[in-house]
């Protein structure tokens, strides 16, 4: 029965096409609209970052609407965001999103990332609260306690990074580089202040272009979205030093 199941339930998934919930207004003020990250409420409302303007919407899915949420001063391109557990009490949800300066596609000024808090009220009316967190001295990969908002260094002189995964329990920090198409990754551990990065730097793709990835533990696997193929990319994370396998999607 299950597996009966489940291919039905696999076919059914594959067999739905996709089709747009939202489209951003373009022309003429704003041909290159972008949205760049999404984040998934509670209640099934999408935030969506925007590339091409400092601003978050929120999109119904079931709805196909969207509007404007929040404009953050002192942002010019907005990138990633994920959700974070609320503060105690339930009646509020906390995001953390990015910006960079961005001024052309691909082209993004050294040293120009900040991280952002983003509070909202999780349900009816009320403001929307944004709080600069850290603006990041240059390119590398950070902690962030979101708390105190107390930076620490794990890499510095890492270029193009385009997406960072951790993997606590297997020891693993992951991040793309879209500038050198490669996915990379590094051993951590927790150390006297916080996570430390150690050993030789690995590289488990390469030649493939990459924006962002997820990465299956269990399975042993990252799933890449390829910049401009418009496919998935399936990589293998068994090989030390690099190669694996890959399959496209
Ligand atoms: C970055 O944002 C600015 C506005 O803040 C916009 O003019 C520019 O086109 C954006 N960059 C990209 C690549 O969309």
Known sequence: MYPLF????????????????????????SPLSWFESLAARPSGLLLAT???APEIWQLDPLTRTGALLVSVAGAFNLTGIAEIPPPPGGEK????FASSHIPAPMEV????AKVWKLVLP??????????????????????????TAEVTTLMEGVEG???????????????????????????????????????????????????????????GRAYVAAMFENEAVEVGLGGRGGGGWRRRM
């Open 161 to 219: 990074v385009n997406g960072v995964r951790v993997d606590l329990a297997g020891g693993w920090v992951y991040w793309a580089n879209h500038a050198g198409r490669t996915l990379n990754r590094v051993r951590v551990k927790e150390g006297g202040g916080g996570l430390v990065a150690w050993g030789a730097r690995e590289v488990v793709m390469e030649g493939q272009t990459v924006d962002d990835f997820a990465v299956d533990v269990g399975r």
């Open 122 to 147: 999780s349900a009816g009316p009320g403001k929307a609260e944004v709080t600069l967190l850290a603006a990041l001295p240059q390119a590398g990969i950070y902690v962030l306690d979101v708390e």
């Open 93 to 96: 949800e906390t995001y953390i």
């Open 6 to 29: 489940l291919s039905l339930l696999l076919t059914g998934v594959t067999a739905l096409p996709p089709r747009p919930i939202f489209t951003l207004p373009s022309p003429p003020s």
């Open 109 to 112: 000024t050294p040293g120009s």
């Open 50 to 52: 925007r590339g091409d």
